[in-house]
Nanobody, 120 residues
């Protein structure tokens, strides 16, 4: 089994910054794409940033230029640096990863989520 655990959520004023981290542990041979999603109350969960094992990144338009995703393959971690935060960034943030536990088959895992609240 694989566990994803997020750290770093909290309350911040508009214009501020937060850094979210996600650590994967358990039966891991390799990790493919790692990503961050968010879900605000009453809204669907949305993909906001993803990074491949080689470091290629993609961002949702709503966070492009403000958020940066990075990963450390040796430590099985992914980080989301969030700058210039806006009240509309308030949501639960979820880590997601495609993990190969040695069977050469990728299985998708979710973290439990961490709350980010941006006050105006």
């Amino acid at each position: 089994q694989v566990q994803l655990v997020e750290f770093g959520g909290g309350l911040v004023q508009a214009g501020g910054s937060l850094r979210l981290s996600c650590a994967a542990s358990g039966s891991i041979f390799s990790i493919g794409v790692m990503a961050w999603y968010r879900q605000a109350p009453g809204k669907q969960r949305e993909l906001i940033a993803r990074i491949t094992s080689r470091g290629s990144t993609n961002y949702a338009d709503s966070v492009k230029g403000r958020f940066t995703i990075s990963r450390d393959n040796a430590k099985n971690t992914v980080v989301l640096q969030m700058n210039s935060l806006k009240p509309e960034d308030t949501a639960g943030y979820y880590c997601n990863a495609d993990v190969d536990s040695g069977s050469k088959r990728l299985v998708n895992y979710w973290g439990q989520g961490t709350q980010v609240t941006v006050s105006s």
